[in-house]
């Protein structure tokens, strides 16, 4: 029988409206019988999937076999060194390396073994342990190549402790600061780390400056704004320190020249609501990206003694989503986004026309990755499709030749030639056209069962992507398919904004618009859905919204208590989400809108479609308490089913963190949408 959890009935009063939560209780992580009611969910999870233990080690056994575990990544130039990272069979972390340098090429690449003259700077195994999980937050070597900064976090709550490494003498050093949040940046000189602490929400509101040797560090800049976040970085032609406070609408900017440590930082331009951009340093001016009158952000030069000052280098286009710009000494590469697809153009230096890079296949994603180096006539980038694994290619900018580094090895004879990718447009109710990324395997009979993903939050654009793991999925006859719904950035900036607020809905009624599409043009029969974080509150959303349109639905990590998260400022990222969701604490018809589409407030008795709900105990930004309350809750009111709860008790928002701990967890996924749509073996 399911765990049936107790009835602890909290009444709340909002804008004139009563909410009974019956179970608020589940929010006291460190309640015994908080932990007694997930661990009984997990108890009946395991039975209700046990028939699956075959099916789970066969579809690891194929992931792991289709992996090449001995590997290593293409080597980064910076400075006098390549740096890379490789794999070992049998080990769960990777290990970061680096050889002396000599010349643009990277050293060839011989899979399984390690690269010559190669030193190991950090062995993710060795500082792993005997830990359950391990993850790092941070890994950033000095300018001149001689110190290494890098943080760990052994519980998944995403607070690391920093230390650093002498690499030349291969010593530990003594400095050793605990209560960490992600990234940081070095002084030129590599006498100073510069990193960031969160407050008690998880907000990353405060800059301290840490001096190698020295006892105590300095507060450079802490961030009053609950809305904003803060972070560093360093200009990849390591002049200048960049500081940036955002918030998800408006940022501002600050730089301080990198030799001075101890200097003030200088305000680019004032922040001003709804006004976005970031800068990096290009010789005697700044590359800025803004959006101040150009919804998809416009390209601009600032003097460096007047970085406020801008010029229009690239303007603003409707069809255009300028999303990055990467300052080179004798070239500039803007990363942009069209027709629902991604580009990388070329502004030389030396008088020729800008131009594009050029791809070969109808549906992809390409990125320039890599270029850490200030002075350098290649460009490295990364490219994938739904076919075609990922794949490290260097720009020769003299040539023009896209040269070919690495592609990611795929075993068991795995031939590109076998599947097919295709782009559909699916109509909604008023009108607009919704991209759909399809993968299949050649010789599928059509309708065939379908695993339908989407998001569609914070303009994050899925873009098509390669997997080892779907091929479990494509070879059993299953059709695999994204749906590029309004919220995500996958069409710009407008498309962001149709799926955010108070037209939060039309990421919704998009998705189910994607599933009816694709069963209409004859490519699905049943559908399987699937979203993770802010896609898990996609999932809780369309359960409540066309039930019958699913023949299951799985939710990782999912957003399904959304009312009560945003309602509470206490939580972690609240504040900082409003400008996502809206606030509904202060505004009635906020809250009016989000009550009426929160999964968790909309389950009625209805019959719903099997789900499966994946979170951690230690997730930090989406809490564990949301989807336990949302299982709890269906399984209370709603038909159908099964309404099954899975909890990692020792992991975070990313789920376990080792590759085979990873890989089970896929398996697991995948052998449970298998069973669904009847494939058994």
Request: hydrophobic share 35%.
């Amino acid at each position: 029988m399911p765990p049936v959890a107790k009835k602890v009935p909290v009444e709340r009063v909002h804008h004139g409206d009563t909410v009974v939560d019956e179970y608020a209780w589940l929010l006291k992580k460190d309640d015994p019988d908080t932990i007694a009611h997930l661990e009984a969910e997990n108890a009946y999870t395991q039975a209700m999937t046990s028939h699956l233990k075959d099916m789970q080690e066969t579809i690891f056994s194929e992931i792991k076999g289709r992996t090449l575990e001995t590997d290593l990544s293409v080597p980064t130039r910076k400075g006098a060194w390549w740096y890379y990272s490789r794999t070992e069979e049998g080990k769960q972390y990777g290990i970061q390396c680096r050889v002396a340098a000599d010349g643009d090429s990277p050293p060839e690449l011989h899979p399984g073994e390690p690269l010559p003259g190669e030193q190991v700077m950090l062995d993710g195994n060795e500082l792993a342990g005997d830990s359950p999980f391990f993850s790092m937050g941070t890994s950033a070597v000095s300018p001149d190549g001689t110190k290494l900064a890098y943080s760990t976090d052994y519980s998944g709550d995403e607070r690391f402790t920093l230390r650093f490494k002498d690499l030349e003498t291969g010593e530990p050093l003594a400095d050793e600061i605990p209560g960490v949040f992600y990234g940081g940046a070095w002084s030129a000189d590599g006498s100073t780390f510069f990193y960031t602490t969160i407050d008690e929400a998880w907000r990353p509101y405060r800059i301290h400056r840490h001096t190698l040797g020295a006892d105590e560090d300095v507060l450079v800049y802490q961030e009053d704004d609950e809305r904003f976040w803060v972070g560093i970085g360093l200009t990849r032609s390591q002049r200048f320190l960049v500081l940036t406070a955002g918030s998800k609408i408006t940022s501002e900017v600050r730089v301080l020249d990198a030799d001075d440590p101890a200097g003030e930082f200088a305000v680019v331009r004032p922040r001003r609501t709804g006004v976005e951009y970031g800068l990096d340093h290009a010789g005697d001016h700044f590359l800025v990206l803004h959006n101040d009158g150009a919804v998809n952000f416009e390209l601009a030069t600032a003097p460096v003694d007047a970085p406020g000052t801008w010029t229009p280098l690239i303007e603003h286009r409707d069809d255009t989503r300028l999303l990055d710009v990467d300052a080179f000494k004798d070239h500039v590469v803007v990363h942009f986004r069209r027709d629902g697809l991604t580009g990388i153009r070329i502004l030389p230096r030396d008088g020729r026309e800008p131009y594009e890079i050029p791809f070969p296949e109808p549906i992809y994603d390409a990125a320039p990755s890599g270029n850490a180096e200030f002075e350098t006539a290649r460009l490295r980038l990364s490219y994938t499709s739904m076919i075609t694994p990922p794949s490290v290619y260097d720009y020769d900018l003299r040539t023009d030749d896209l040269i070919l580094l690495k592609r990611k090895p795929v075993l068991g004879g795995y031939d590109p030639a076998d599947y097919e990718q295709f782009r559909e447009w699916a109509a909604t109710d008023d009108g607009t056209r919704v991209p759909i990324s399809i993968v299949v395997r050649k010789g599928t009979r059509r309708p065939a069962p379908t695993l339908l993903y989407g998001y569609g939050s914070y303009e994050s654009s899925i873009d098509p992507y390669f997997s080892v793991a779907r091929l479990s999925l494509l070879d059993r006859g299953m059709v695999f398919a994204v749906a590029h719904v309004r919220g995500g950035g996958e069409m710009g900036r407008r498309w962001y904004e149709d799926g955010k607020l108070t037209r939060k809905k039309n990421t919704f009624s998009d998705f189910v618009a994607c599933a009816r599409h694709m069963k209409a043009e004859g490519w699905s029969s049943e559908i399987i859905a699937r979203g993770g974080s802010a896609g898990g509150l996609l999932m809780g959303a369309v359960a409540n919204l066309a039930p019958e349109e699913f023949a299951g639905i799985v939710a990782e990590v999912p957003f399904v208590d959304a009312l009560n998260t945003i309602l509470d400022p206490s939580l972690p990222l609240t504040v900082i989400e409003w400008d996502e969701w809206g606030d509904p604490l202060h505004d009635p018809e906020v809250y009016a809108y989000m009550k009426s589409y929160s999964p968790y407030e909309n389950v009625d008795g209805r019959r719903y479609p099997p789900i499966l709900a994946i979170t951690s105990l230690n997730d930090t930004r989406v809490l564990y308490h949301e989807p336990a309350k949302w299982i709890a809750r269906l399984r209370d009111s709603a038909e159908g089913g099964p309404f099954l709860l899975k909890t990692e008790m020792g992991a975070g928002h990313g789920g376990r963190s080792g590759r085979y701990d990873a890989w089970r967890e896929e398996a697991f996924s995948l052998s449970w949408i298998l069973n669904l749509v009847g494939v058994t073996a």
